[in-house]
């Protein structure tokens, strides 16, 4: 079965503050880890990342993929109240249409 | 375009009733899912579909019945509602079935769904 663990699951910080929000995972023939950004209704995509691309960036947010520690990080520079929302890290099995998603990290960007 | 459709967005039935949640898509998109997520649950996988007539199970698929007669419609039905079953409902679709594109999905704006 796969697993994926988001830590921490919430979080505060203030505007300006820079934040690392963690994701780990266990799947059988790993083929992707995404990223998705859910505010206050559907989830939003933001990343994802393979075994031929483990970084990606889109202004103030960046993401690499660590293959041996089968982990992600999602790193998001001079936070602002528009990034307060739930980050949902996913995987992807090789051969497989279905994702796995975790639990989320909900992060509070306070003025 | 109207990108993922689903209706209605709220919906409280009792037990046992049964009801159909609705989901289009108007961006041509092959691969078309439901999840289902509760509080402190992240997303779950209940259905999933690769194409028009194709269907297969996901996680969470019992008591979850799905469809797939045309590219742009995807319901799922819920055969004999429970309390279980009170969650908020996604609808997703992306715009390949080659694994590069699944992940790269848009969602609906979801239903809630109540069963008392």
């Keep these: 079965e796969d697993k994926v663990v988001q830590s921490p699951l919430s979080l505060v910080v203030h505007e300006g503050d820079t934040v690392t929000l963690n994701c780990s995972y266990e799947v059988t023939n790993f083929r992707s880890l995404l990223w998705y950004k859910q505010e206050k209704k559907a989830p939003t995509f933001l990343f994802m990342l393979t075994s031929s691309g483990i970084e990606k960036k889109s202004g103030r947010l960046s993401s690499i993929l660590d293959k041996k520690e089968l982990s992600s990080i999602l790193n998001i520079t001079a936070t602002q109240t528009g990034d307060s929302a739930i980050y949902l890290c996913a995987v992807l099995r090789a051969g497989s249409y279905q994702l796995t998603f975790g639990k989320g990290t909900k992060l509070s960007v306070i003025p | ?116």
């Design chain 2, 1 to 116: 375009n109207a990108g993922v459709t689903q209706t209605p967005k709220f919906q409280v039935l009792k037990t046992g009733q049964s009801m159909t949640l609705q989901c289009a898509q108007d961006m041509n998109h092959e691969y078309m899912s439901w999840y289902r997520q509760d509080p402190g649950m992240g997303l779950r996988l209940i259905h999933y579909s690769v194409g028009a007539g194709i269907t297969d199970q996901g996680e969470v698929p019992n008591g979850y019945n799905v469809s797939r007669s045309t590219t742009e419609d995807f319901p799922l039905r819920l055969l004999s509602a429970a309390p279980s079953q009170t969650s908020v409902y996604f609808c997703a679709s992306s715009s390949g079935t080659g694994v590069g594109k699944v992940g790269e999905q848009f969602f609906g704006p979801g239903t809630r769904l109540t069963v008392l």
